[in-house]
C-alpha cells in the first residue's frame, strides 16, 4: 500500500524559512515523478514544484527563486524547502506521486495518482 505523509508545517513570519517533508512507504521515491501541491479554500490546487526520475525540475512563476523540491533516495523522502516566505504562501501544502515510470506533464494535477493529506503553512505578515 502507498502512503506519502507531509510533515513540517507551522506558523512562520513573513521572511522565515520552512522545509517540508514527504515519507513516503510501499515505493521508491524516485521511481516516477512527484510533486509539491498547494491549496487555500475556495480555490484550486496548484503545483508549487516537482521533481523528475532524472532529477529535473519544475517550479510556478511564484515560488521560483524561493523554493527548492529535492529528494533523498536513501530515506525515502521527498522536501521542499521554502524560503523568503510570503502570506501569499499561505495554503495547504500536499505532496504527490506519479503513478507511470514515464513522466507526465509536472504541474498538471490530474497527472499524479498518489497523494498524501498536506500539511498547513501558515504566513504571517
Known amino acids: 500500500q502507498v502512503q506519502l505523509v507531509e510533515s513540517g508545517g507551522g506558523l512562520v513570519q513573513a521572511g522565515d524559512s520552512l522545509r517540508l517533508s514527504c515519507r513516503t512507504s510501499?515505493?521508491?521515491?524516485?521511481?516516477?515523478?512527484m510533486g509539491w501541491f498547494r491549496q487555500v479554500p475556495g480555490k484550486e490546487r496548484e503545483s508549487a514544484a516537482a521533481?523528475?526520475?532524472?532529477?529535473?525540475?519544475d517550479y510556478a512563476d511564484a515560488v521560483k527563486g524561493r523554493f527548492t523540491v529535492s529528494r533523498d533516495n536513501t530515506k525515502n523522502t521527498l522536501y521542499l524547502q521554502m524560503n523568503s516566505l510570503k502570506p501569499e504562501d499561505t495554503a495547504r501544502y500536499y505532496c504527490?506521486?506519479?503513478?507511470?515510470?514515464?513522466?507526465?506533464?509536472?504541474?498538471?494535477?490530474?497527472?499524479?495518482?498518489?497523494w498524501g493529506q498536506g500539511t498547513q503553512v501558515t504566513v504571517s505578515s
Open positions: 510501499g515505493r521508491t521515491v524516485g521511481s516516477t515523478a
Open positions: 521533481i523528475t526520475t532524472q532529477g529535473g525540475t
Open positions: 504527490a506521486a506519479q503513478a507511470q515510470a514515464y513522466t507526465y506533464v509536472l504541474n498538471i494535477t490530474t497527472n499524479y495518482f498518489y
